[in-house]
């Protein structure tokens, strides 16, 4: 009796000892042992043979449909696509674990130059230049924000490409909350300053009762009306100054156009124009937009998407429409995208011509006449432009709005690529002690400036050889 | 019979071996060299990205932590936070166990009402106080106040952030609910008879055999709670921002906060793997002191 149970004990250990082993073993970006099909409908000549492989990407489930994967399966019958869920902390550990997705989606404007010099992100020049998709005469001056010389944005390889892009800065209006105010909607062919806008925002805020029933502004559509760095940096851009020097090693806030910026968005929080931290509102601005109870937005085209979704918005969509990228005062037109989600491919891939294919088509093939017509971002093909929503009266302010500023949007927001995450952290950090009255503008800008050198120090000091 | 007993011995060593062997295993490979690894890490100039480009800086990052005031100042609010918090969710665990530990009607339907908010994930407890009690537009607790003409709060500003943390947490007091029970049910029935029939009051018979005898379970969650409460980073950044890189107010910027941040917000790595040995150290100090203190308070069947 002791015995069996000593042999059970043992049996079960050697059990144990399997299934751990098995837990631990296997990486999500293996090669597939999923056989191609075996019928002939691949674009791919019969005499190639190819190995089953998988490409990782992190794009989302709304960006790429389980319709599109067996699209492109079909297309590429030996390229499985694996769509992995990375926020930004598990992408950070994917990029320092070596694991990071063959087809990484970032921002073009704030993580590709950082993953580029980085090398993280693998220089696609050559590839678009031969592509036969991809047609590089074909592509709108707006794709440059996925080039980058080393220290200059818009300049030198190519890094990536976007899947799409918009005036992100742009201003929604809804004109059932200018009536509530008694404030005619501005005209949407003249940009207002931002300066222009606050004030536009403040006699929009309805009061009653001393509570808030309508608010001046959201400036964003999934969070408070508060200060955000990359407004900021389209306000610096349009004021044409610089934080970043030449060399983006050192950099500097204490300038007049970030001082300026920082009194305006403190001034804003002080008369509750929109949800902020000191009102303790948690509604999202969006929510408050499509539910007539803000009266502006700060969004770029994309987000016409969301308003032609919205089943309360979608009866009465002539009352809402946009109004271009405001300005600093006397400063230039800047209506850059302030993020152009893009597709880049990880120089470590282990699978980069096939990985590559899946870049292609994703970005320049079918999905992207799909996204263009769905009208949830701007096409980066001259060609596709025709293919966007143009139906209704709303669509056509839309495009009217975008062709006006489309010059405007062929520069970029200053983004210093040693600064990780583009400064957002470092801004957040100062930003809430200022609306809270904790603490004043002079000592925010320094304290910005001084914790961005030094994590730009640190970040040159571990690229240098 | 020397062979005998030897015999025995490798058998039973080989059992024992072959048991621990596989969480052994999985422990130096997914637990112990990991550690090892970022421990060595700390000592570098690691930025996530330049494993090719590795130096080593000596104590720089060790003595960044001590000189950062942000870093001291996340651990001084630290401290309060558990200081206040661990106690406090003690208390209500053991005050929920003593009303539950009785023949009550409806016993289960509490004791799974009361420890269901000990699992529920954290990022839907976030959620619910945030939205539906601390928020100005329809929060309830300042549909309360207005009942009684007080002025709203704001629960989630300066003033009474941290309080609004502590009452989060201590809303998973449940967790501790069942160690408690288990702990009250140990306790002979016979003492409290004799203490009965000796005239002792129902004050008297707590103070005089509850607390003490239960002293074991009360130690062992306050060494737990205490260990949790230097870990916490989540609930402080959701509570006041949106997404984990959101930075929380300055009264719940917390050590593992900052942790967080300096790896994942500003991907200086070395430094944040520093910030965190240290931490452990000094949970494990804290720890230790808590031990010390326990042969002062903490009953024990042998003394």
Redesign the interface.
Known sequence: MKRNR?LL??A???L??AA?LTA?AGDQSGESSAAPSGEETSAVSSEESHDPVTVTTNLSDGELSKDQIAQFKEKYPWITVELQKL???KM??A??T?TAPDCIRGTGVFELPSYAI???AADITDRIEKSEVIRKDDLLPVTNVCRFDGTTIGKGPYYGLPKDWSNDTALFYNKKCFDAAGVPVPDSKTALTWPQVFELAKKLTVVKDKKVVQYGLSATE??KTDANFNQMLQYVASAGAAISSADNKTMNFDIPAVRDYLTLWADAAKNNVG?N???????PGGDLFLANKSALLIDGYWYGGVIRGNDNAKTHLDDFGMLPTPTAPNGKRVAAPSSAVSLMLYKQSKNPDDAWKFLEWYIGGSPADERAKAGWGLPIFKSKMAEIPQETDFDKELLAVVNDESAAMESFLPVNPYL??GG??IF??YY??LV?G?TTVDNMVKNMTKDAND?VT??V????? | MVMKVMKEKTRKAVTFYSLVGPWFLVFLALSLLPLCFGFYLSFTNYYGFNMDNLRLVGLHNYQLVFTDTEAMYAMYRTFVYAIVSVPLTTAISLLLALLLNGAIRGLGFFRTSFYLPSIMPAITTIFIFKQLLYSSNGGFLNMVLGWFGLPEVNWLGYDFCTASLILMSAWGAGGGLLIFMAGLKGIPAALYEAASIDGAGSAQRFFRITVPLITPVIFFNLVMGLISAFQVYMQPILLNGTQLLSHPLKPNYLYAVHAFQQIFGSQRFAYGMALLWVLFVIILLFSCAVFFTSKYWVYSESD
Not at chain 1, 277 to 283: F, R, S, W, Y
Not at chain 1, 461 to 465: L, P, Q, V
């Open positions: 000593k004990a043992l079960l250990a050697a144990t000892a751990s631990c926020d930004d902390a950070a550990a990029l320092a070596g980085k090398g993280i999934w969070g949800p931290a000191v009102n303790n509102d948690q509604t990780a995450n957002w952290n957040d950090k809430q002690p809270f904790k994590t640190e970040a000091n571990s690229i240098s050889k």
